[in-house]
Structure formats: C-alpha cells, structure tokens
C-alpha cells in the first residue's frame, strides 16, 4: 500500500496547516480461474491483506488468502472437499472459517506458517461451521447448526472446542462474530428456522437482543472491539433492516438507502463507530452522523475510481477504518474487492468534511469544490436536495468547529 504523505502551506492569515493525502484504491482480489467468481469477507488493519472464497473448475469452492501479490488458495483440510474462508486476525497472518468434509463440515484455523488446522467438532456431532476470529488468532467461534438443531462454540488454544449451548428451550445456536479479545460474541439462536440475535459472554452466557417493531428474525453478524455495540438485522413491520444494539439504547434501526427496500449489517468498525453492509443489491455504509449511504457514493466522493465496478456488499471493515473488503462485479464478473488508503471513516465532527481527522481550511475548500460542482456529498444536511441550505449548515458546523 502507498503510504499517505503531509502536505504543509500557509493560509493567508500565516495559520500553519496540515492535511494528509490518502493514495485511495479498489483492487480484485482475482480468481482461482478467468472464468471463476469471488468474495471477499475479511480484511487485515490496513488492507494489505484480505480472506474469502473462490469458485473453481468442477464446481468446487475453496478459501482464498489475498494480498496485493496475488491470490493463495488454501485448499482444505485433509479428506475435505470445499472450504470458505470468513475471518482474519488484524494482523492479517491468521484466518478462520469451515472445510466441507465426507459427512459434514470442520471449522478451521489458519496460517501462514502451519497451514490449515481442523477444529474438529463437538463430541456426538458430526458439523462445526467456523465463522470468525479473535484479534490475536487464538479464539475461533461458530456452530454446529445442521437442519435447524446444533449448539454454538467457542474454540481455544487452551481448552478446545466449548459447547456454548443455545438460549433456553431453544435448539440451534451460533456465533457470527467476536471481539477482541474473544470473550463477546453475537450470532442467533432459535428454533428452525425462526431465530433471534444474541449476544454472549463469558459470565453471563446468551442474552437475546429481541426484534425491531413488528419483527420475527432477527441475527447479530458484528461485534465491535470491547463487545458493546452489536450489529446485524432485523425484520421489521416495514422489511428488513440494519440495525445496531447497545445495552443502553437497545436496538436502533438503521434504515435503508435511498430508493432501496432492505437491508443488513455485516461489519463493524473496531470502535463500533462505523457500519457496512448490504441492501437491495448494493453495499452501504453508516455512521451516525452520515447515516446510512450508498458506498459507492461515498468512495467516488472520497477519491476512489470505481470505473468498471458495481459494489453489492462490504463485508469487513479493518480495525484502521482505511480498508473495506465485500463483492460485486467488475467488468461484468463477480469478484471480491478491497479498498485501501481512505482516510480513516470517522464520526466524531461534522466540520471534518474531507475526514482526515482534522478541521481546518481543507475542509471549507473541500466543501466549496464538492457544492460548486455538485456533488452528493455536499447535501449536507441529507434532505436530498443540494442547496444555499446544505452550504449555510456547513458553514454553521465549520464555525462551531470540534
């Protein structure tokens, strides 16, 4: 990856002002095969590495292990046939996920250095399905859901794999998505094919996370850092949405895009400050502040060239908030994608328009040349429509500064 370089000038009141450059790229992760298909679901910090799956000949998948070198197939463990690839440590040297074996399926954890290691499953079962990985590579979660009945687990160095059970009278269970550290997790549990989100930790075991108004499913699919924000979705009297969950606000709707129908959170900022997913067939993006936006609206406006690409889900986001990883097509095939060298995707202050952590006269500038020629960014005020209104809201927030 380019490294982001300081540009340092003078304003004309002889303030001193820094802003940093970001050398912003979309790459393929590529293919096992020119006329195979891939997807991208986890990325290191920075984006110097990635994790997925690719089709390949016969009609066969397998986990893939990307960096911008090329593309490394991970095979399987021995005896299996297909694996998928779904978690990646932030340092991007170890990886997570499942091999499709004779009789069922072993959740796996990788290295570089050791290869492919089975997991194995739970005593009397035959499945595990692993999902996701703590941040130093020694804790890997998931299920053993098969036909609507299995428990969720939690896979040590230490101690193995753990039946964690499901909530009571229930029977199937799994967790999606871990903290840091893995002691939080957030999945489902329910019965058949009716389930709920949940929320685990090692103290008090599984909390359901309930519903949004009107709904009857619901999955928690991220988690952040420390464990306290939870996103996913929701059905909802009005369709499937995004949510996010914290103990104190509970479940809040996220919404949907612009002129789409559903949506669904698969990622989440280390700081739990930003979300991705997708909806109605196009990848998104949210904050708090910003909402939920189209991400491709948001990377074109950030500097990012996205000629030949239609982007359907961001499925990572790296613990940097530089780099994003999902799918979508470019030139017309399927294939995974990672995004590098953003500025870091923050919320904390409206008047950081160019979000490079810093209010200063690049940011009035950026505004300035984003009105003049009209950009969605400057709806500032994301009433859908660019005018004096959006331009007097800037100035507002640019004069209260951070």
């Not at 195979?36 to 990325?43: E, N, P, R, T």
């Amino acid at each position: 990856m380019k490294q982001a370089f300081a540009i340092t000038m003078f304003a004309a009141a002889g303030t001193l002002i820094t802003t940093s450059v970001h050398a912003q790229t979309i790459t393929s992760i590529g293919a096992l095969g020119t006329t195979q298909s891939s997807y991208a679901y986890a990325v290191n910090h920075d984006g110097s590495a990635a994790a997925g799956f690719s089709t390949y000949s016969g009609g066969y998948y397998f986990g893939v292990y990307w960096t911008p070198v090329g593309l490394t197939n991970l095979w399987t463990v021995p005896g299996g046939l297909r694996s998928f690839a779904f978690g990646m440590t932030p340092d991007g040297n170890t990886v997570a996920g499942t091999c499709i074996v004779s009789g069922g399926a072993h959740a796996f954890r990788w290295t570089s250095a050791g290869g492919m290691q089975d997991l194995g499953t739970l005593p009397t079962q035959t499945v595990s399905y692993g999902y996701a990985i703590s941040a130093d590579g020694n804790v890997v979660v998931g299920g053993t859901t098969a036909v609507g009945f299995g428990n969720a687990f939690r896979w040590s160095s230490a101690s193995g794999m753990v039946n964690l059970g499901t909530l009571p009278g229930e029977s199937s269970a799994a967790l999606l998505a871990i903290d840091a550290d893995g002691s939080d997790g957030t999945g489902f549990s329910g019965i058949g094919a009716a389930h709920q989100a949940i929320l685990w930790d090692e103290v008090s075991g599984m909390q359901p996370l309930g519903f949004l108004p009107g709904g009857g499913n619901s999955e928690g699919e991220a988690i952040s850092g420390d464990g306290s924000v939870v996103a996913g979705w929701s059905e909802s009297s009005i369709g499937t949405h995004a949510f996010v969950w914290t103990s104190a606000a509970g479940m809040e709707d996220l919404g949907v895009v612009a002129g789409m129908t559903d949506s669904a959170a698969h990622a989440i900022s280390l700081d739990g400050t930003v979300i991705a997913g997708s909806g109605g067939g196009a990848a998104f993006i949210w904050t708090k502040t910003m909402g939920m936006t189209n991400l491709a609206t948001y990377l074109s406006s950030h500097g990012v060239n996205l000629t030949g690409w239609t982007l359907y889900s961001c499925n990572a986001i790296g613990a940097d908030r530089t780099a994003l990883a999902g799918e979508g097509r470019f030139n017309g095939q399927l294939r995974g994608w990672v995004v590098r060298g953003l500025a870091p995707i923050t919320t904390p202050c409206l008047a950081d328009f160019n979000g490079d952590s810093v209010v200063d006269f690049f940011d009035y500038l950026d505004f300035v040349d984003a009105f003049s020629s009209n950009l969605p960014a400057s709806d500032f005020n994301a009433d859908g429509v660019i005018d004096f209104f959006d331009y007097l809201d800037f100035v507002d927030a640019f004069s209260t500064g951070c």
